[in-house]
């Protein structure tokens, strides 16, 4: 997935599903292992949609589980870290700085819970960091499913209310405030919600799941 010549990082961020912990906004419409099912349905299927993606160095960075379980579950050939304590944004921050002093020269981060991100906006996303500073992947529900720096940009980590709708709204004000230069990908959905099911066209996996009952 990589060579000593790679000067692109991708980082996902996911969580070992372990039913109960995973996915909690949704146990309430697909129960506890329902839930921490479909989100290991997603997470493989952005790993599989990103195998296409050249010169990229892959990590997952995740939460839950351990390095053993993680390996087994995705595979031996990727990189593994433990994510670190914080709120999102800390441990966002941290991963562009730990990804950054290894001489990467572009870094972009997305989640696993966004089934139409695959390796062409991937790597339309690094392209655009040749001439941006910051790209941004808005998501329907007013956050991101993709951001992309050359450098850490510590302020557009803080004071984000990480979670609501206003995640996007509040790092764009930011980044006009730093006189960034910014560029957007498509809107896509993630999944995070009883009411993101219905963008979900997985329709096996809703069933399997309990969903579609």
């Not at 790679?6 to 109960?20: A, D, M, S, V, W």
């Not at 020269?105 to 906006?121: M, R, Y």
């Not at 560029?183 to 969903?211: C, H, M, N, Q, W």
Request: charged share 20%.
């Amino acid at each position: 997935m990589t060579n000593n010549n790679t000067k692109n990082c991708l980082i996902i961020f996911t969580r070992y599903p372990e039913p109960g912990k995973t996915k909690t906004r949704l146990i309430p419409v697909l129960g506890a292992e329902g839930a921490a099912k479909l989100h290991r349905q997603l997470t493989e299927t952005v790993i599989t949609q990103l195998k296409g993606l050249a010169n990229t160095l892959i990590e997952v960075h995740f939460t839950g589980g351990n390095q053993q379980l993680m390996a087994a579950w995705l595979g031996e050939n990727i990189t593994y870290k433990q994510q670190t304590e914080g709120d999102l944004g800390k441990r966002m921050a941290t991963a562009f700085q730990t990804a950054f002093t290894k001489g990467i020269e572009k870094v972009v981060i997305i989640g696993s819970d966004c089934p139409a991100l695959d390796s062409q906006l991937i790597a339309s996303a690094f392209a655009a960091l040749s001439q941006h500073e910051l790209v941004l992947g808005p998501a329907t529900d007013g956050g991101y499913y993709l951001i992309g720096l050359k450098r850490l940009i510590p302020e557009l980590f803080t004071g984000i209310n990480w979670g609501t709708s206003q995640v996007l709204q509040q790092t764009v004000e930011i980044a006009q405030k730093l006189k960034l230069v910014v560029a957007y990908l498509t809107t896509l959905s993630d999944i995070d919600r009883p009411e993101d099911l219905v963008k979900y066209t997985d329709t096996r996996l809703l069933e399997e799941v309990g969903y579609l009952d």
